[in-house]
């Protein structure tokens, strides 16, 4: 009876964290960059003398989805997305982060950020000299019209690399990191495209359907446990009589 338990108990449990997961992803179906998290589960057995037969499901951690949101163009010389794979690099408090979003902003200072977070460039944050012009080229060089002057000048080059994406998960603060802690180096082959945004990757239907899928799922864990509460109290009945 308790092996009964333990399935619906670990079912319910899987298809609530699911649903937290789904919820998110819809939340940021329209938040520029955003990479849409899928729940993983795995079977574990319970351990302990006579749990052999006992199983679980277990929620491990959420993989990200890699696959490339739409591009849409606005014209905006600091917008900038990334054609393909690839990523640009944040500063963040907790070290290197992965972004595709590429909305760019300029701080007080003349610093690039994303998200609050300073942009890198192949020598470290970008930080631009005062000028009246800025643009992007598609290897990601930024070049600007320095005040006073006619002719723009490269002044840095956006850090653009290519993870693994198995290497790449999500910390606690959203932010894409590495598992093994490494930092990738500059990869030529990634390139930009100047003016455009690109979109969150996920799927507003497809998590809908899944979402539903899961409610759908818990309502009938949670009618298993009734049931197996309805057995264990038939049981006691037969053993009181």
């Known amino acids: 009876?308790?092996?009964?338990?333990?399935t619906a108990m670990s079912g319910a449990d899987h298809a609530q964290r699911s649903l937290g997961v789904r919820a998110n992803n819809l939340a940021n179906a329209h938040t520029a960059g955003f990479r849409a998290d899928t729940a993983v589960s795995e079977t574990t057995t319970?351990?302990?003398?006579?749990?052999?037969?006992?199983?679980?499901?277990?929620?491990?951690e959420s993989a990200v989805v890699h696959a490339p949101g739409q591009l849409s163009e606005t014209g905006r010389s600091l917008d900038v997305a990334i054609q393909?794979?690839?990523?640009?690099?944040?500063?963040?408090d907790s070290g290197s982060a992965y972004t595709r979003a590429g909305s760019l902003q300029m701080d007080a200072d003349g610093a690039l950020t994303s998200n609050g977070h300073k942009v890198r460039g192949e020598g470290g944050p970008i930080v631009l000299p005062p000028h009246s012009q800025v643009s992007i080229g598609n290897d990601g060089s930024i070049s600007v019209l320095p005040q006073g002057q006619t002719e723009l000048q490269v002044v840095d080059k956006l850090l653009l690399v290519k993870p693994d994406p198995a290497d790449l998960l999500k910390n606690e603060q959203g932010h894409l990191i590495t598992r093994s802690g490494m930092d990738y180096p500059a990869d030529d082959s990634v390139a930009v495209a100047p003016g455009h945004v690109?979109?969150?990757?996920?799927?507003?239907?497809e998590e809908?359907?899944?979402t539903m899928q899961?409610?759908?799922?818990?309502?009938?864990?949670?009618r298993m446990f009734k049931v197996a509460d309805e057995m264990a109290e038939g049981g006691n009945r037969l053993m009181r009589s």
Do not use: P, W
Request: charged share 20%; glycine share 10%.
């Open 1 to 6: 009876m308790d092996a009964f338990i333990y």
């Open 46 to 60: 319970v351990k302990g003398y006579g749990y052999d037969s006992r199983h679980q499901a277990r929620l491990a």
């Open 84 to 92: 393909g794979e690839g990523y640009f690099v944040l500063d963040t």
């Open 198 to 205: 690109e979109g969150s990757n996920v799927s507003a239907v």
């Open 208 to 210: 809908m359907m899944q």
């Open 214 to 222: 899961l409610t759908r799922s818990f309502e009938m864990q949670m």
